[in-house]
């Protein structure tokens, strides 16, 4: 059994490394989950206090770390980009849940709105466990 090869080139796309600037939907797209890298900041922040409270420094370590100018910072953009992802999120999914109840779909506008009450009742229990 032979096996024949062309002799033409394979033809490649060219792909540039700003091919992603020339759509809107695309730098929404990149913008969105670009917010992965505040999320990391976090969850380096929450483990350094769980390290902290089982050293027994939680109060001397921990909090004067939360009270550098540069962590106060990088937590308010860590908190900018975890309610911007929330927010493209949130109108994201009603498009992608496909939710039939009684022969019909539920509308969009009523999955987003549940979505937003589910979550401000899971912060107000939360900040009301906190504070009891």
């Not at 890298?37 to 909090?63: A, D």
């Amino acid at each position: 059994m032979t096996t024949t090869t062309s002799k033409r080139n394979k033809y490649v796309r060219e792909m540039k490394s700003n091919w992603w600037q020339k759509l809107d939907f695309y730098k929404m797209y990149i913008l969105r989950e670009s917010t992965a890298l505040p999320t990391i900041w976090f969850c380096i922040v929450l483990l350094y206090g769980f390290l902290c409270l089982g050293n027994g420094t939680f109060e001397t370590g921990f909090v004067s770390f939360l009270k550098n100018p540069l962590v106060i910072i990088l937590s308010v953009i860590t908190m900018a980009g975890v309610v911007f992802n929330t927010l493209t999120w949130f109108g994201l999914t009603p498009k992608a849940l496909n939710l039939i109840y009684k022969s019909q779909r539920v509308p969009q506008s009523a999955i987003k709105s549940l979505m937003w009450v589910i979550t401000i009742a899971v912060s107000v229990l939360t900040l009301v466990l906190v504070y009891i």
